[in-house]
């Protein structure tokens, strides 16, 4: 089966009727305004000349936080916001894809940090979140939270709370929810121009990069949220634009998680900067670097002096037995979009900012994961006169399949006869939707395995890619439907596994 029939009807209907509004870009950002415009009422097409989140949003740190380092930079209001948005996310937007954990801030002699200080710095930070202040631990008691934690010249941890999610996942959870409100979706369509009616910018013609076939839209408002590529897209508007801003580089790692910990780690460099290690989806995930990137954003990828800067970072507070270059699982990098500044990447601050180009195109540029709501009404705001829009409902709407994981997961044990590890990540990746995915092994039992012995991704999640995620060939399963690739299990016999599953899926 190919992907040949829901994308042609995508087309079709992309070309057929005026739409209110036209989003490109499809990351976090482009599919939250897509999913609360579509919401709202408004006909809503959602483009991405990749796939949905294929980009920097999926190449997150992966955290749903308040910023712990960005006091230090006096963005005291978007933590503040990042707060708000933390505890919509984790009890009413997607609690089955958003995790709550403590993390552990170490305080090393001879650190930039004393122990003091960072107390202060908790305190504030636990207040804005609403949480009560943990405190500092001693060494030994972290050491039975992290068993990797170096202890040398540990004076103490001080302890806070934050959330981790798989960010591709919600992306895709937004994706869904636009297009169950009566969203067009359609992943890798380029805009290749503007379409302009009295200087004003009313639509985009298409390239679908897989057919090759041309598409004219026509909308009332268009919004840029392409991330890195705003300012090609702001070119296609006003060719001779001054460029937004500037693209920094960051590149995580994973590894082997060999115990379990029970805490993450915020390891501190400098005053500014930090590495974040914890537990994630079974692995040990590492990150984030912090450097300028001047190269075309598809291009972007984490070099070898990357790779050892971010275990280098790490060992820092980590044990170095258990950051061998060996071990690496996989890499990636994404690229964050920063306002330009005479300092480094590292000091410019995480705002974002929302442009409007001569033509009336709207561009959002910049922003967090954890703030990807608040952006999107803001930007809808922005365009409330446009679209005919009153005052806005910005009360937290839960996302399909939200629902408390741990209770998804006890009921598919029951009912499927799944092990619990498996029943765990299908609740956790789809909630109360999970059985729409089993569903698809009703008829063939086959399904109900696992794509690799070492994953918990069964094949009936690699159909329901195809048949309900608008899944295009392999690399979308496995890098951003799957943990497959975060694993290092994208190789030649797990590819050809998934291209045969996806042969045998039903159409959309």
């Not at 897209?233 to 001054?242: A, I, K, S, Y």
């Not at 920094?248 to 915020?266: C, F, I, N, Q, R």
């Not at 705001?381 to 408390?404: C, K, M, S, Y």
Request: aromatic share 6%; charged share 25%.
């Amino acid at each position: 089966m190919t992907p040949g029939a829901w994308r042609e009807a995508a087309r079709a209907e992309l070309a057929r009727a005026p739409f209110d509004l036209l989003v490109v870009g499809s990351g976090i950002v482009g599919a939250g305004i897509a999913s609360e415009a579509a919401r709202l009422g408004l006909r809503v097409a959602l483009v991405d000349r990749s796939d949905f989140g294929g980009a920097t949003s999926s190449a997150s740190s992966k955290l749903i936080h308040g910023g712990l380092r960005y006091l230090r930079l006096g963005d005291i209001k978007l933590v503040r916001e990042a707060h708000a948005e933390r505890r919509a996310l984790l009890r009413v937007v997607a609690p089955h894809l958003v995790r709550r954990i403590p993390f552990m801030f170490p305080v090393y002699r001879g650190g930039p940090y004393r122990p003091a200080t960072i107390q202060a710095g908790l305190w504030t930070y636990s207040t804005l979140a609403g949480d009560k202040l943990g405190g500092l631990v001693k060494p030994e008691r972290a050491r039975r939270s992290v068993p990797a934690l170096r202890l040398e010249g540990l004076r103490g941890c001080g302890v806070y709370q934050d959330s981790w999610t798989h960010d591709g996942r919600l992306c895709l959870a937004n994706v869904t929810a636009a297009a169950e409100a009566g969203a067009t979706v359609l992943n890798y369509a380029e805009v290749v121009e503007l379409r302009m009616v009295d200087g004003v910018v009313r639509g985009a013609e298409l390239l679908d990069r897989i057919s090759g076939e041309t598409i004219a839209v026509e909308a009332r408002a268009v919004v840029n949220a392409t991330g890195p590529w705003l300012d090609t897209l702001r070119r296609l508007e006003e060719p001779g634009v001054e460029p937004y801003g500037q693209l920094s580089k960051g590149v995580h790692v994973t590894l082997p998680l060999d115990e379990p910990w029970s805490s993450a780690l915020t390891i501190p460099h400098d005053q500014v900067r930090v590495t974040f290690a914890y537990a994630w989806e079974g692995m040990l995930l590492l990150g984030t670097t912090d450097t300028p990137y001047e190269g075309d954003p598809a291009d972007v990828v984490a070099t070898e002096e990357d790779i050892d800067t971010v275990l280098s970072e790490a060992g820092v507070a980590v044990d170095a037995a258990v950051l061998g270059r060996d071990r690496v699982l996989t890499t990636y990098a994404g690229l964050r979009v920063l306002p330009r500044s005479d300092g480094s990447t590292v000091d410019a601050r995480r705002e974002t900012a929302i442009l409007v180009g001569c033509g009336g195109m709207l561009t959002v540029a910049g922003g967090k994961l954890t703030t990807y709501r608040h952006i999107a009404l803001d930007a809808l705001e922005h365009l409330a006169p446009t679209l005919g829009l009153g005052r806005l409902d910005r009360r937290p709407v839960p996302l399909p399949g939200a629902a408390d994981a741990t209770n998804v997961a006890a009921r598919l044990v029951r009912g499927w006869d799944l092990e619990p590890v498996v029943a765990a990540h299908l609740a956790h990746f789809y909630g109360s939707r999970a059985d729409h995915v089993l569903g698809l092994a009703a008829d063939r039992p086959e399904l109900l395995e696992r794509v690799h012995p070492d994953a918990p991704d069964i094949g009936a999640q690699v159909a329901f890619a195809m048949s309900g995620e608008w899944a295009t060939d392999a690399a979308d399963v496995l890098h951003r439907r799957t943990t497959l690739a975060a694993r290092g299990l994208a190789g030649a016999e797990v590819t050809a596994r998934v291209e045969g599953l996806l042969a045998a899926a039903p159409a959309r």
